[in-house]
């Protein structure tokens, strides 16, 4: 399970994490609203967590595997980080906050200031012991991540002991019993999650953040008010004690010499710790210190603090508790302790991970900066806004394919600027089209008004004809019919046409005689016209000629009434006319068939005649 995740319906892509973020870990494209984690290259520092303006990043939620461990038969105990002073200062006395805990149902709880006393003993001997080499002290599991990940050389540099949190698992089994549940409780998120397989049967079973705890007491509403003072389990610490400061684990190993004597460095901080690592693995030779290791500024700047008071504030805080835990303790009994548990073995054997990635063609790189504008601006620092300590750090990494230009802030000025000339042309633009259709608009609507005023002219006056029309389509149904065309179909269908106006739709096969139909279907074949048909209704008979519209698919009918005094008069002067007209056409024939016969009977009578000729 991953130890970071985000919440894609809160983040807003503002880049924030990716700011932070030393190894770049994230994957964002805005485009497609899409945010993921790699997490082989997370060293889960939680500083992301921290820088979010949205609190769409998240860590794994510990708290119910700590209720399922307290449900379980096995005893539990509950080991504090020493940053308690700097976490619970509401708290008026760190015996109430123990008392607050164990009713949580906790059998135990103990600090983990014993177990630092322990691993500086360690310490001391080890840089005491000096052979030549040099540490890298192994007490943030985010550098043990950082190094292991990105410094792989660097690996066996670790100093082989358990980081805090694991060293004071294994200690507390040893006291109290191999089989009881662990919950560790500290400020730290790197600790939720282990990829050592070595470390596997060492670590805690539970991890809170100090976050976590505190909703625990809200959800089963405990407070220190009406609890009695309840100290914690012993073995009790130290020094130790000191442990969240930079420098105090130093103190705690009586390792801090005069300032020319001194052989170790104390880095707290993201940009700090990356310097002197890198410094650490190209000058080892010239650097020769060890380096004492904070990627915090301090665990009491952890990202699992609820506190965000001033970092002097805490390290007041935590030098006043030391204080007072000291002037309680029996210091005698804490050697005794010290000389009874130091031979548990808080040994470690770290496995490097590497996830750099190959450098890329320095040609990459110099396009990237030519993109981002930088062509010329070598190593400089640039301004950082991006995260990176310079701009060609930057244009390495996008080159590498995990950053992009747009971290760059004078890039994306840029592309915002252009994107905003393009935009504003790309409007102008518009706006000439809009003006164009508008105009197209004017003018295809007076055309459509003009088209509209000549059809209802015609359709006014298709309504006055003294003869029917209907138009239809190529399954007959009726596309359009005049009034004089209802009327002639009778009473019933003109109240049809009350409801139908125009009959439109309906199949002229339930209004009309088959002879009809055939006379439709005949025209609609695409066979041709049909002109000044008689036929018979209802014994009415009516003169019809329907022509196709649109060929195979809308034909029109025009019908007369043959009863009407008007078309009969018409009709009656129309056929003598075709009468006359026939009977000229027939004389004008006989005329000259008998002209051409006369014609013949001279010529052979001439012809007889000029024969006999004596």
Not at 148 to 155: D, R, V
Not at 593 to 607: D, K, P, Q, T
Request: hydrophobic letters at 35%.
């Amino acid at each position: 399970m991953d130890a970071i995740k985000v919440d894609i319906k809160k983040c807003n892509f503002n880049n924030a994490c990716l700011r932070v973020c030393p190894t770049y870990a994230f994957n964002i494209k805005t485009s497609k609203n899409y945010v993921q984690i790699n997490s082989s290259r997370c060293i889960y520092c939680g500083h992301c967590i921290e820088v979010c303006p949205t609190n769409a990043i998240e860590y794994p939620d510990g708290l119910q595997n700590v209720k399922n461990l307290l449900a379980t038969d096995n005893k539990n105990i509950a080991i504090l980080d020493t940053s308690i002073p700097a976490e619970f200062s509401d708290i008026t006395d760190y015996r109430k906050l123990s008392g607050m805990i164990r009713k949580l149902g906790f059998d135990y709880v103990i600090e983990s200031t014993f177990t630092v006393d322990l691993l500086a003993k360690k310490y001391h001997n080890l840089i005491n012991n000096f052979q030549g080499k040099y540490y890298i002290f192994s007490n943030c599991p985010a550098i043990i991540n950082l190094v292991n990940k990105f410094y792989p050389s660097l690996t066996e540099n670790l100093a082989p002991f358990l980081p805090p949190h694991i060293a004071a698992s294994v200690v507390a089994r040893k006291i109290f019993g191999s089989k009881i549940n662990v919950t560790w409780i500290s400020p730290c998120i790197a600790a939720k999650i282990e990829n050592n397989e070595k470390f596997k049967e060492k670590v805690p079973d539970a991890v809170l953040t100090f976050k976590e705890i505190r909703k625990l007491f809200t959800e089963y509403d405990i407070k220190e008010t009406p609890l009695e003072f309840n100290d914690f389990d012993p073995p009790s610490g130290y020094t130790g004690a000191l442990f969240p400061l930079p420098e105090g684990f130093i103190y705690a190993s009586d390792l801090n010499e005069g300032l020319f004597e001194n052989k170790i460095i104390t880095a707290s901080g993201r940009d700090n710790v990356i310097e002197a690592l890198n410094t650490f693995e190209t000058n080892a030779e010239n650097l020769h210190h060890h380096l004492n290791l904070y990627y915090c500024e301090g665990c009491i700047m952890g990202p699992g603090m609820s506190k965000k008071n001033s970092k002097f504030l805490k390290e007041t805080l935590i030098k006043d508790y030391v204080n007072k835990r000291i002037g309680r303790n029996n210091i005698e009994e804490f050697y005794k302790n010290i000389v009874k548990y130091q031979d548990i073995d808080l040994s470690a054997e770290f496995v490097s991970d590497n996830q750099r990635l190959p450098p890329p063609p320095e040609e990459k790189v110099q396009e990237v900066l030519k993109i981002i504008g930088k062509e010329n601006i070598k190593n400089l620092p640039g301004c950082r806004v991006c995260g990176y300590a310079s701009c060609y750090d930057l244009a390495v990494a996008v080159a590498q394919s995990i950053a992009k230009p747009e971290l760059c802030m004078n890039y994306s000025l840029k592309t915002k600027q252009e994107y905003i000339k393009t935009l504003k042309q790309s409007n102008e633009k518009l706006q000439k089209n809009i003006e164009t259709i508008n105009q197209t608009n004017t003018e295809t609507e007076k055309k459509l008004n003009d088209f509209l005023q000549q059809v209802n002219i015609t359709d006014a006056i298709i309504q006055k004809l003294n003869l029917g029309i209907v138009v239809v389509d190529e399954n007959l149904k009726i596309i359009k019919s005049n009034d004089w065309f209802i009327k002639m179909l009778g009473e019933e269908v003109i109240s049809i046409a009350e409801i139908i106006p125009g009959l439109k739709g309906a199949d002229i096969k339930s209004l009309l005689p088959p002879l009809f139909h055939n006379l439709f279907s005949f025209a609609l074949s695409g066979n041709g016209e049909i002109i000044n048909k008689d036929v018979k209704i209802d014994n009415n008979y009516y003169n019809i000629s329907i022509f196709p519209i649109k060929e195979k698919k809308i034909a029109s009918a025009i019908i007369r009434d043959m009863s009407s005094p008007e078309v009969m008069s018409e009709e009656i002067v129309r056929r003598i006319n075709e009468v006359i007209d026939t009977n000229l056409e027939m004389v004008q024939k006989i005329a000259f068939l008998l002209g051409e016969s006369a014609s013949n009977i001279e010529r052979m009578l001439n012809s007889i005649i000029e024969t006999n000729k004596p």
